[in-house]
């Protein structure tokens, strides 16, 4: 499904030096694609005319492999889908599943995946703000602060479950392994913590007169082609729209949770920025309540099966407002080890399809920062 | 473009008592209309009729960017387009880079790096690479706690494991490894076979250092390089092994008294 774009005005017949179209083919290897991502792009001048992304390079067949390998065996495939909230990912799964099986979560285990889901939350967000800046040219700087604070959150990450990006820790019906010792205490620390990052790379960056030159009106689009698109997540929230998956379907136990849902009115790469900005301090809210109210208890429903999962006929599909978006999975189970029908709806993928539509007419340097303010990560857009 | 929506639901344009969009009103046009089963099985409690979250009936009302409070509860959040001397945006971030670049030859919080690999962080106890096998004692061989049962062959999700049982002079099942693989540039780490094994046989290791100059041959791990001692166990991950001693421990006592208990019927 690579796509050639059309050359025909390029004929030598009728070529003008002035109007003549260049064909620019951006990636694969390239530093601001965020990964293995194509785009061929037609400038008029500097000007963005068409502009096609050619993706598949990671294709990893996730969604057949899962429907030859068990239930459990899928989760640690999960994690490699968007490889920076590996745990978002995790918690979608189980989620499908358990809505599969008719499975019970404990108590504790849903204040820890929703513990977890926003901290990746806020990992997700500081590394996309580093990685934003960098696209506009700010490089190394903002990345660089921004990786220095999300280490931290990957530090208590390892620490619960081994692997600072591939966790493989949500189980069906719970959790894995509860907290090692003083994981709380550190976990407020770096939560305490985190609001004076936030200032810092607000004071750094966002009054930065650049950077406000380079975003706002960037890459507008309005609210009715972002639902149309289907787009999901802060890009959609950033148009104006009022749609958080965590207050429409209060999956786990957010409805005990006070937090508000930040809403944009342009739409356009500023306002998407912004989004991730006042998501991280919702975030802290929800965190730091979640932290303090944490009962005791089981983390995982005994009657959950880690092994030889067989769920009932029937079919179920299990969302959640991953960082990026609405990550969904869908299951089909003919009461095999193996589900029947095993389908991802990658948040990534989806945002990314009005990429064209918000490039046109901007300059390729502007395109970059429109991709970068999509959040893209292309282990998810290619499965 | 021409009218998507019977109600688009803009920001600005929302009125509290307005009747939300249902997945009808998001056909593209009249023509096609989608309908939609919002009861699909598997999506259990979906929020009648308000499928857009403003229409919650308790929902906190949103932030928005254009009316956001200036002071306190944002920090310092400028608002949109606000009037300020040019350039002074500029001059803050800059200041932040000073603060970053000084303070990191004073303070710890803002340099954070060492100097591998001359110093080396220790990792966390829980942190994992790839699998070991555990063996009691001294002997690598016969301590070793694998009994070749093959739960983790089958359950490794990238099938990373190949394992051979020993047979005795029988020809029954020796309840050991004769031949325990790895393929190390399989092998995702991701510690399922240390979860299902029921004998606390293979544990994640911390090793981190695999390269090899030869790409095949050496990244199969056999049983002789996998084999690490339990007080190895013991350096990288004091509390999983001691928790394991613990339950081996009471394991065997209570074996060894239902064999006394046994013999004593006898």
């Not at chain 1, 990912?89 to 809505?99: D, G, I, P, R």
């Not at chain 1, 620490?159 to 990006?165: H, K, P, V």
């Not at chain 1, 200032?199 to 650049?210: A, T």
Request: negative net charge.
């Amino acid at each position: 499904m690579i796509a050639i774009p059309d050359c025909s005005f390029n004929t030598t017949e009728n070529r003008d030096p002035a109007a003549e179209l260049l064909e620019l083919s951006l990636g694969p290897q390239h530093p601001s694609t965020h990964g293995v991502f194509r785009m061929n792009a037609v400038l008029d001048g500097e000007t963005v005319v068409r502009l096609q992304p050619v993706f598949g390079y990671l294709h990893r067949n996730h969604e057949k492999i899962a429907e030859n390998v068990s239930y459990l065996a899928s989760i640690p495939y999960t994690d490699r889908l968007d490889y920076l909230c590996s745990l978002t990912n995790n918690w979608a799964y189980a989620l499908s599943v358990e809505k599969l099986t008719g499975l019970d979560v404990p108590e504790r285990a849903e204040y820890i995946r929703i513990i977890l889901a926003e901290l990746t939350r806020l990992q997700n967000h500081t590394a996309f703000l580093g990685f934003l800046l960098g696209d506009m040219g700010a490089w190394g700087t903002a990345l660089m602060y921004g990786f220095r604070q999300r280490e931290k959150v990957l530090d208590l990450f390892e620490s619960l479950t081994g692997s600072r990006m591939m966790s493989n820790y949500m189980r069906f019906g719970g959790c894995r392994c509860d907290f090692p010792e003083g994981w709380l205490e550190q976990a407020r620390t770096v939560i305490d913590e985190y609001p004076e990052f936030l200032d810092e790379m607000e004071q750094l960056l966002v009054s930065n007169e650049i950077l406000i030159s380079r975003t706002q009106g960037v890459g507008a689009i309005s609210p009715e082609r972002a639902i149309n698109a289907g787009l999901s997540g802060p890009i959609l929230r950033a148009t104006g729209v009022d749609y958080d998956i965590r207050k429409v379907d209060r999956y786990g136990i957010y409805d005990r949770f006070s937090f508000r849902i930040p809403i944009g009115d342009q739409g356009d790469t500023y306002d998407r920025m912004m989004m991730r900005l006042l998501e991280m301090r919702e975030s802290l809210k929800i965190l730091k309540a979640a932290i303090d109210e944490i009962p005791d208890g089981p983390i995982v429903n005994p009657k959950a099966k880690l092994r030889n999962l067989r769920p009932p006929e029937g079919e179920a599909y299990g969302r959640i407002e991953s960082p990026k978006g609405e990550l969904g999975f869908y299951l089909i189970s003919d009461k095999q080890p193996q589900p029947y029908r095993f389908r991802v709806r990658p948040p990534s993928l989806i945002n990314l399809t009005l990429l064209e539509e918000m490039s046109i007419g901007h300059k390729i340097a502007d395109v970059m920062v429109i991709l970068g303010s999509i959040d893209i990560v292309l282990g998810e857009v290619d499965r | 473009m021409t009218q998507l929506y019977q109600q688009p639901r803009i920001n600005g344009s929302i009125q509290p008592n307005q009747e939300p969009v249902t997945d009808t009103d998001m056909s593209l046009n009249g023509t096609t209309k989608y309908h939609h089963e919002t009861e699909v099985s598997g999506i259990a409690d979906p929020a009648p009729a308000n499928r857009l979250s403003s229409g919650v009936p308790d929902a906190v009302p949103e932030t928005r960017l254009s009316a956001r409070p200036t002071a306190g509860e944002y920090g310092n959040t400028p608002e949109r387009r606000p009037f300020r001397l040019p350039g002074s945006g500029i001059v803050q971030g800059m200041m932040v880079t000073a603060r970053n670049w000084f303070g990191s030859y004073f303070d710890r919080k803002r340099l954070v790096t060492v100097q591998y690999p001359e110093q080396q962080i220790r990792p966390p106890e829980n942190s994992r690479s790839i699998p070991f096998l555990v063996y009691d004692g001294d002997d690598p061989d016969a301590g070793l706690r694998c009994v070749a049962c093959h739960t983790c062959e089958k359950e490794c999700p990238p099938q990373a494991i190949s394992i051979v049982g020993e047979r005795d002079e029988n020809g029954k099942p020796a309840r050991r490894p004769k031949v325990f693989d790895i393929d190390i540039s399989v092998c995702m780490g991701c510690q399922i076979c240390a979860e299902v094994c029921p004998f606390d046989a293979i544990k994640m290791d911390h090793y981190l250092d695999h390269s090899s100059l030869e790409n095949f041959q050496s990244l199969i791990l056999g049983k002789t390089r996998l084999s690490k001692s339990n007080a190895y166990f013991h350096t990288i991950n004091s509390t999983d092994a001691t928790a394991v001693d613990a339950r081996l421990e009471a394991d065997r006592k209570k074996k060894e008294a239902a064999r006394q208990k046994r013999a004593a019927a006898k």
